[in-house]
């Protein structure tokens, strides 16, 4: 079942990059003021792995969920954690990441 958010989002500034056959990290992107982001957006344009970690950690297919394109992305919570990074390897066709900072 797709959920719907109730309201728009305001999103910050979107970073991405492509993933691929082996794990990488994209860092969590500040919030508009400068601070670190207490949700961010996580949405990818073919099936990826993702997950987040603490420092330059890795994901695979038995750590990582899957995020799919018809998701229409994720929203998680950073505010109270150490995450800094979401590590990202493809499902099975290259795509993109794409993370950004919610603003509201």
């Not at 601070?35 to 420092?55: C, D, E, G, H």
């Not at 992305?73 to 919610?102: C, D, K, P, Y």
Request: a neutral charge; proline letters at 4%; glycine letters at 10%.
């Amino acid at each position: 079942m797709r959920m719907v958010a109730p309201f728009a989002l305001t999103l910050g500034t979107i970073i991405g990059e492509a993933t691929g056959g082996s794990s990488d990290n994209l860092a969590i992107p500040n919030d508009a003021s400068g601070n670190k982001a207490k949700r961010i957006w996580v949405n990818v344009t073919s099936a990826a792995y993702i997950l987040p970690t603490t420092a330059s950690g890795s994901v695979t297919s038995t750590t990582g969920m899957v995020l799919s394109p018809g998701d229409g992305g994720i929203i998680l919570e950073v505010a109270s954690s150490t995450f800094v990074s979401i590590a990202h390897l493809q499902v099975a066709a290259a795509g993109r990441i794409s993370i950004a900072s919610v603003e509201n």
